[in-house]
């Protein structure tokens, strides 16, 4: 059990559909994070959110559109996805710490995405 | 930028020893992470080696750092069924939280 909840772990979607991913942490960390896992790829670091503020956008196309409603929580908002989108979206938070060393990342299950 | 190389898969015996490479090219790296993926599952950090080591052990795996030649590796002893899954090396800067991650090694541990 790694404190790091998502749902739902599969999901099938059609291009024109709207869908939400959902992660949650019981862990008390205040950063989040949306990877995106493709076969043969490096894990894609796609947004960070620290103190529920969004920090990082890797440059990730619109129809991902991420939200933190809180420190314990964040979605991933999925509108008019492309069939090359399908992949494990894995969810991670840690303890953020100003001018300190990286702390470790607890990762969630992750949700298998695939868009027809 | 910050690139992290893997080779791509490994089988072994159970009861040998298997070694996982990872290389990477950002000098400034500060923390090394070796992260296992069973199927199925997230992310599991397994350990990490600040860079102004040479060498760790934990218990059954030893990560080896030759920061001269940016080269990273794991060693699991007595490698056991339970040990086959995805290995990711991963890297990071002093001060920030972002990752860089390895295509990952894939390790097949064969009765």
């Known amino acids: 059990e790694t404190g790091v909840t998502q749902t739902p772990r599969h999901l099938v979607m059609g291009m024109t559909n709207k869908k939400s991913l959902k992660c949650e942490q019981h862990?008390?960390?205040?950063?989040m994070y949306w990877y995106k896992q493709s076969a043969k790829k490096p894990l894609e670091l796609m947004f960070v959110y620290n103190f529920k503020e969004q920090t990082e956008n890797n440059s990730v196309p619109s129809r991902f559109s991420p939200e933190c409603p809180n420190s314990s929580h964040l979605f991933l908002h999925l509108h008019t996805l492309q069939p090359e989108d399908s992949a494990l979206y894995l969810c991670?938070?840690?303890?953020?710490?100003?001018?300190?060393?990286?702390?470790?990342?607890?990762f969630g299950p992750g949700t298998r995405l695939t868009v027809t | 930028g910050e690139d992290v190389e893997q080779s791509l898969f490994l089988s072994v015996r159970e009861g040998d020893s298997s070694v996982i490479n990872c290389t990477y090219t950002d000098s400034s790296s500060t923390y090394l992470y070796w992260y296992k993926q069973e199927p199925g599952a997230g992310l599991q950090l397994l350990t990490y080696i600040f860079s102004n080591m040479d060498m760790k052990q934990d218990q059954r795996l030893t990560v080896l750092l030759n920061k001269k030649d940016k080269h990273l590796s794991l060693r699991i002893a007595d490698t056991q069924t339970g040990d086959s899954a995805i290995y990711f090396c991963a890297e990071s800067g002093y001060g920030n939280n972002r990752l860089a991650f390895g295509k990952g090694n894939q390790v097949v541990v064969i009765p």
């Open positions: 862990l008390g960390h205040n950063a």
């Open positions: 991670a938070s840690s303890q953020a710490k100003s001018g300190g060393p990286t702390d470790e990342q607890y």
